[in-house]
Structures are given as structure tokens and as C-alpha cells.
């Protein structure tokens, strides 16, 4: 993914900056949205797979023709495997990694999106959201939350947490199912363990 893409394909200058966007791309680089549905390329401000081409983006993989295969379109992009998109300024926005992303009726929801509506809860004080199942068998949203302080007579309930994120989103991108934890398994830099 973005290793493969040394040494950079965004930069940010400080008068220019958006919040949450990588920046904007650096010279002869190109960068393409596509559907991780229908592998077609999509206007600005949709989200898709992050595909690039650069003179900075490696080469390949040193004899192995199979990893090339599948990293690299017949166009020569990149395949990064980050879910983002471009703004109608150029700024690019990445929102999480494509094999994280959860089906829910027939649409692609971004796990991370939902992480950052959980997080401005005041009552929650970490998340992480993955795929689930319902009765059905059907693949849902599901978040586990740790709460700020579990013995408060005010913590919320499943469904207010459910309430709280169906808010702001889209319907589809909503969260189904709510799991109280204690903690959140993390690698040692932080990164969520799904």
C-alpha cells in the first residue's frame, strides 16, 4: 500500500491545510478515486480506493510478477488499498483501509468513520468498530465501546450509542450492534486490533 508509494504523494502547506486531509498531491503525480464495487473511476468527493502513478511509486516487486499482478492496474496506478477521496480543491482525504471495510446493504462502510463519530461521545472514552453479524447471517456495523466511567448512573444504553451515530451518517452507515468492553486491543503504536 502506501509503503510502496516512498518517499511521498501529498504534501500540506500550513496556509493552505484542511483539517483531516493528507494534503494535496506533489507534482507529476497522478491519483485516481476508483469503486471498490464496479473498479470504475469516480468524480471528486466520492469515496473509493486510492489508486496512484508517479515517478516516487516503486517500480515492482523484485521477481515476483503474481504481487505486481495484483498491486499495480494495466495503466500503471498503484493500488493502495486506502479508501479516500479527492475534494474539489485537490485535497486528498483518506478514511480507512479497504480490507476493513464492512458490506451493509449493499453499500461499503468505512469502520473509521464510525470510530470518529464514537469518539466525540462524551460519555465514551474508546471504540472500535467491525463487521458483525445479525440473526440473519446478514453482515452489520458492529461497535465495541469502553466507556468513560461504567459505573455512572448516566452511561448509555446500546441503543442510545446506536441513536448517537445514526444521527450524523447516512442510514446505511450506521452502527447495528454495540458490545461494552473494558479496553481496546492496540498494537504498540497505537493501531487498532480488529
Same mark, same amino acid.
Given at each position: ?5 516512498? $518517499? &511521498?504523494?501529498?504534501? /500540506? @502547506?500550513?496556509?493552505? =491545510?484542511? #483539517? ?7 507534482? !507529476?503525480? +497522478? ?11 469516480? $468524480? &471528486?468527493?466520492?469515496? /473509493? @480506493?486510492?489508486?496512484? =502513478?508517479? #515517478? ?7 521477481? !515476483?510478477? +503474481? ?16 479508501? /479516500? ?110
Amino acid at each position: 500500500g502506501m509503503t510502496e508509494l516512498s $518517499p &511521498a504523494v501529498n504534501y /500540506g @502547506e500550513d496556509d493552505t =491545510r484542511k #483539517p483531516g486531509s493528507a494534503g494535496r498531491m506533489v507534482p !507529476n503525480t +497522478e491519483l485516481r478515486v476508483r469503486c471498490v464495487n464496479t473498479g470504475k473511476d469516480l $468524480p &471528486a468527493n466520492m469515496e /473509493g @480506493e486510492l489508486l496512484y =502513478r508517479g #515517478p516516487q511509486v516503486m517500480l515492482g516487486y523484485e521477481n !515476483n510478477h +503474481e504481487a505486481n499482478q495484483n498491486i499495480f492496474t494495466e495503466d500503471g496506478f498503484l493500488r493502495t488499498g486506502d479508501i /479516500g477521496y479527492i475534494d474539489d480543491d485537490g485535497f486528498v482525504f483518506v478514511i480507512d483501509r479497504a480490507k476493513e471495510l464492512i458490506k451493509y446493504k449493499g453499500h461499503q462502510v468505512a469502520p473509521g468513520e464510525l470510530e470518529d463519530v464514537l469518539n466525540h461521545h462524551p460519555a465514551i472514552a474508546d471504540c472500535c468498530c467491525v463487521r458483525g453479524q445479525n440473526a440473519t447471517g446478514e453482515e452489520i456495523p458492529k461497535a465495541f465501546v469502553v466507556l468513560e466511567h461504567p459505573g455512572d448512573l448516566t452511561v448509555p444504553t446500546r441503543e442510545n450509542v446506536i441513536t448517537y451515530v445514526s444521527e450524523p451518517v447516512v442510514p446505511y452507515k450506521k452502527v447495528c450492534d454495540v458490545e461494552f468492553i473494558d479496553s481496546i486491543s492496540k498494537n504498540a503504536s497505537g493501531k487498532l486490533l480488529r
